[in-house]
């Protein structure tokens, strides 16, 4: 039972750690030239990531033959994901990568299953189904209108999301074989090294004079917490639960940053927002209540439904 209550302590701090990317990173994302912006992110997680290394002490060795499956999850979970992301977020509004991300258990279900990466249970589908109805609802009306003064960042956004569903899902084998903080420091840095020529390049041709301090705030923030801390949490959640179970807290973000805009921005809250949100819990609830999988991941096999 502690060990359940850490996942879900864990679980929620993932959440509460994304949910201010949102509100603090499209400062950033406006000022900050895309590449640019994601070689400083990355370069911030990177150094955040040395430091808790060089704390922690832990042993840093990686197989020769996994090195260049780590350059593949780099290349979808980091650099496609973030790249897509804070592209999106220049030509959409805040709202709408709330909700596209929302999507994230759908499409991780999808490919899992796909791939036969994990059993897919029919209460599986119904927690994922009703997670995502419930950010619907929290989200409004509005939001689900089409809108093509915002279809192409949507757009990008969408393939962003893509990019994070099959690198939770294809990342779980080397979790279960590496600790956290390895796995979390290989796919940041080589994200920052695939991307350090254009991002150097971008560099000096930037005027750094002309970004306000609100963007500066979001690009630490994002190093740190959300492509640091963030990415450890998740990777330290995916050792002990399936790729659906753990896609499923992407939900929560939309009601948690709708709490957090209200504390922090004064957006009010209504019974819509309510309701949406009870869903929401209540479809995380039932995906989550399925038991860790992590011994059968350990002896290669999908997991085992209860």
């Known amino acids: 039972m ?8 864990l679980m929620l701090s993932f959440t509460l750690l994304a949910s201010f990317t949102h509100i603090l990173g499209k400062p950033a994302a406006v000022y900050f030239p895309t590449i640019l912006l994601t070689f400083l992110r990355l370069t911030i997680a990177s150094v955040s990531l040395i430091i808790i290394l060089s704390i922690r002490k832990k042993p840093f060795r990686v197989a020769s033959g996994d090195l260049f499956a780590f350059v593949r999850l780099s290349l979808l979970g980091v650099v496609g994901n973030i790249l897509l992301f804070l592209w999106g977020l220049k030509y959409t509004i805040p709202a709408h990568p709330g909700l596209l991300y929302a999507t994230t258990p759908v ?9 036969k990466r994990e059993i897919i249970l029919r209460q599986k589908i119904i927690g994922v189904i009703v997670s995502v109805v419930g950010v619907m609802v929290v989200m409004g009306g509005t939001v689900l209108h089409l809108n093509l003064d915002y ?7 969408l393939a962003a999301v893509l990019c994070w569903s099959a690198y939770t899902v294809f990342s779980k ?8 903080l390895t796995a979390t420091f290989i796919i940041t840095v080589t994200g920052m090294l695939v991307l350090s020529p254009l991002g150097i390049w971008s560099a000096f041709q930037f ?13 630490f923030y994002m190093g740190m917490f959300t492509s640091a801390m963030s990415y450890l949490i998740y990777y330290s959640v995916l050792k002990q639960v399936q790729p659906t179970q753990l896609a499923i807290i992407i939900t929560g973000q939309a009601p948690t940053t709708a709490i957090l805009s209200w504390l922090f921005q004064g ?3 209504t019974w819509v927002f309510i ?20 011994h059968a991941a350990l002896h290669g096999r999908p997991g085992m439904p209860d």
């Open 151 to 157: 279809l192409f960042g949507d757009v990008l956004i």
């Open 2 to 9: 502690p060990a359940r209550k850490n996942i879900y302590l």
């Open 107 to 115: 499409w991780t279900l999808i490919i899992a299953g796909l791939f």
């Open 275 to 294: 309701l949406g949100s009870l869903l929401t819990l209540y479809g995380i609830y039932m995906t989550l209540k399925l038991p860790p999988t992590a």
């Open 207 to 219: 005027d750094f004079s002309s970004v306000p301090v609100a963007a500066w705030v979001g690009l």
């Open 267 to 269: 957006y009010g809250l």
């Open 173 to 180: 084998p080397y979790v279960m074989k590496y600790h956290a």
